[in-house]
């Protein structure tokens, strides 16, 4: 007989150093011990959202003013079947009190010092450490030395997420040009993925590699590197990326674009119902700039993906 799911609400509310808050679960609950994010059961007639608001000022005296849908991801204990459903809280009220944990902490997304973590949470965590920006290379385009230029300043003002795609570059040039990314990345502490090309993200040590919507269709387990993300444009390549495991997914194009004026824009509304209800982060692509971070994130993307707009 199938388990029930209980649904349960689950903030990661932050503060303006980007830190997140979590709470250590305390004697006589389930897990004691265990860190989480707060929340709690969405009761009958509440909604997620709701019910977090609810529980956000029970357990720690916070009134939430706005959260972001973020993260739906089940969860298979011991004593119950779970569906979480995560919200990002970047605006709320307040003294932070603790009501019902044994702790609370302020962390740094990929530099979490407190532990166990509940199992379900893992992931998230692993989610939270993806920057939210991400610039893709068109050397091909406007000229290496140009672009290499475009990604120092870039990486300087703190872009630290990287897709390599330059198909239109010959091999040894595209190599070699990849690699100066890696070299100039890793400087800077930012990620890189390759396009498409798990052979040149070995050969100049990236930290994972892109997929395209063609190539994540025909792939049938997840490659194995630190980090992989695929580019999608319905909800069955979304649901496929997150039954194989990816750490992210690109969805677009959500406005109107230079590069490809023949398809018609998602717009948000329709970019918010595609990747609802989703266990891995989608980013937002298409005439995408630092002005839509905010919208982006409120119609439930981690962030955005651009091309021309991080090089400008």
């Not at 709470?23 to 709690?40: H, I, K, L, S, V």
């Not at 610039?135 to 300087?156: F, H, K, P, Y």
């Not at 993200?201 to 049938?220: F, I, N, P, W």
Request: hydrophobic share 45%; charged share 20%.
């Amino acid at each position: 007989m199938a388990r029930k799911i209980v649904d349960v609400a689950a903030g990661v509310i932050t503060r303006a150093d980007g830190c997140f808050l979590i709470g250590q679960r305390a004697p006589g609950t389930f897990y004691p011990g265990y860190w989480e994010f707060p929340g709690g059961k969405v009761e009958a007639g509440e909604t997620a959202a709701d019910a977090l608001t609810r529980e956000l000022d029970e357990e720690l005296g916070i009134q939430v003013e706005r959260l972001n849908p973020w993260l739906v991801r089940e969860h298979d204990y011991e004593h119950a079947k779970v569906r979480l459903h995560f919200f990002e809280v970047p605006q709320w009220r307040g003294t932070v009190s603790d009501h019902v944990h044994s702790a609370l902490a302020w962390v740094r997304p990929g530099g979490v010092d407190r532990g166990p973590m509940l199992p379900a949470n893992g992931p998230i965590l692993k989610a939270l450490s993806l920057p939210r920006r991400m610039g893709i290379t068109c050397a091909a385009t406007m000229g290496v030395d140009a672009q290499l230029s475009a990604l120092d300043r870039a990486l300087d003002q703190g872009l630290r997420l990287v897709q390599v795609r330059e198909a239109g570059l010959a091999q040894d040039a595209r190599q070699a040009f990849a690699a100066a990314v890696v070299a100039r990345a890793r400087a800077a502490g930012a990620l890189v993925l390759i396009n498409d090309d798990e052979v040149l993200a070995d050969a100049v040590g990236a930290d994972g590699v892109h997929l395209s919507s063609r190539r994540l269709m025909m792939t049938e387990q997840r490659p194995d590197r630190p980090w992989v993300g695929a580019s999608c444009h319905t909800r069955s390549e979304l649901e496929h990326a997150a039954a194989l495991g990816l750490d992210y997914a690109l969805l677009g194009p959500v406005k109107a674009t230079a590069s490809h004026p023949e398809q018609a824009p998602l717009g948000w509304e329709a970019f918010s119902a595609l990747s609802a209800g989703l266990p891995l982060p989608v980013l937002a692509l298409g005439g995408m700039g630092d002005a839509d971070m905010r919208e982006a994130r409120s119609a439930g993307a981690h962030g955005f993906a651009a091309i021309r707009t991080c090089w400008a």
